[in-house]
T-cell receptor, first 112, second 115 residues
Framework: KQEVTQIPAALSVPEGENLVLNCSFT??????LQWFRQDPGKGLTSLLL?????REQTSGRLNASLDKSSGRSTLYIAASQPGDSATYLC???????????FGQGTRLTINP | EAGVAQSPRYKIIEKRQSVAFWCNPI?????LYWYQQILGQGPKLLIQ????????DSQLPKDRFSAERLKGVDSTLKIQPAKLEDSAVYLC?????????????FGPGTRLTVT
């Protein structure tokens, strides 16, 4: 059974810092891994999708890496801003099932 | 292109009452998903449809939850009777059937409070 873990559960940093969020998964048989952002009371916004054959994806100040063999992904946020405050979720798409399995999320607070 | 639409956005009911949620996926998306997200947790898949058929409903509490997708487009998720532990955000998502791709797009969710 695929399990996804995110560390830390919560993170608070001052504005301008670079930071890393971690995601680990137990089964490497995945199609892809996605990072989502969720604002309070809102749905999920897809940030980055990494196919299983890829090593990383970049969008603006965000960079996500994938090491399928070790079951790890990281989301790097450069020059953090208060507007980055949200919960960040990672999810893996299980091969064969088209089923997304989510981590529990990291609640990020950027302090002005 | 229009995103995934859900209604209502918020619902408050008493335990043992019934409630229904509606989802309209992105046009042309064959696969539709319903997720339950309890506060502080990641979303959990309840049911997955491909066109009209159910692909996976292994985590759907079938004694009280039901879902249908008529004509392979809109879907409704129903809870009857509701329990306190059903308080959660219910998210609908849809995806194309592109082999080895399958990116899911999420709606804004329906926040259910059971009192």
């Amino acid at each position: 059974k695929q399990e996804v873990t995110q560390i830390p559960a919560a993170l608070s940093v001052p504005e301008g810092e670079n930071l890393v969020l971690n995601c680990s998964f137990t089964d490497s048989a995945i199609y892809n891994l996605q990072w989502f952002r969720q604002d309070p009371g809102k749905g999920l916004t897809s940030l980055l999708l990494i196919q299983s054959s890829q090593r990383e994806q970049t969008s603006g100040r965000l960079n996500a890496s994938l090491d399928k063999s070790s079951g790890r992904s990281t989301l790097y946020i450069a020059a953090s801003q208060p507007g980055d405050s949200a919960t960040y979720l990672c999810a893996v798409l299980i091969q064969g099932a088209q089923k997304l399995v989510f981590g529990q999320g990291t609640r990020l607070t950027i302090n002005p | 292109e229009a995103g995934v639409a859900q209604s209502p956005r918020y619902k408050i009911i008493e335990k043992r009452q019934s409630v229904a949620f509606w989802c309209n996926p992105i046009s042309g998306h064959a696969t539709l998903y319903w997720y339950q997200q309890i506060l502080g947790q990641g979303p959990k898949l309840l049911i997955q449809f491909q066109n009209n058929g159910v692909v996976d409903d292994s985590q759907l509490p079938k004694d009280r939850f039901s879902a249908e997708r008529l004509k392979g487009v809109d879907s409704t998720l129903k809870i009857q009777p509701a329990k306190l532990e059903d308080s959660a955000v219910y998210l609908c998502a849809s995806s194309l059937d592109r082999p080895n791709y399958y990116e899911q797009y999420f709606g804004p969710g329906t926040r259910l409070t059971v009192t």
